[in-house]
Nanobody, 126 residues
Framework: QLQLVESGGGLVQPGGSLRLACAAS????????IGWFRQAPGKEREGVSC???????KYVDSVKGRFTISRDIVKNTVYLQMNSLKPEDTAVYFC????????????????????WGQGTQVTVSS
């Protein structure tokens, strides 16, 4: 059974940094792609970044140059390094695995993913 657990959220001032972690179990990372998504109150879930089975990455325009997705195969964990955080980055952040095994494409569409984690809150405020 594929399981994902997010961690690393918290309260940070504008301009600060956080690193989120998505620990996977029940599968190994190269078998599935991983996506990071976020949902702010009253808004739809938004794709933030993803990494495919072969390591290709994609970012939503609003985080390009500020966020970096990476993975540690040994630890079976995907990270989202978030720098230069802005108040509009405030949301609950979720990770999810691609529905398709050996997923060689990239997508920020939530319906391409399943096995969602429980989410971690990120609040950017002074």
């Amino acid at each position: 059974q594929l399981q994902l657990v997010e961690s690393g959220g918290g309260l940070v001032q504008p301009g600060g940094s956080l690193r989120l972690a998505c620990a996977a179990s029940g599968f190994t990372l190269p078998d599935y792609g991983i996506g990071w998504f976020r949902q702010a109150p009253g808004k739809e879930r938004e794709g933030v970044s993803c990494i495919s089975s072969v390591g290709s990455t994609k970012y939503v325009d609003s985080v390009k140059g500020r966020f970096t997705i990476s993975r540690d195969i040994v630890k079976n964990t995907v990270y989202l390094q978030m720098n230069s955080l802005k108040p509009e980055d405030t949301a609950v952040y979720f990770c999810a695995a691609s529905l398709r095994r050996r997923w060689f494409q990239t997508s920020l569409t939530p319906t391409d993913f399943g096995s969602w984690g429980q989410g971690t809150q990120v609040t950017v405020s002074s």
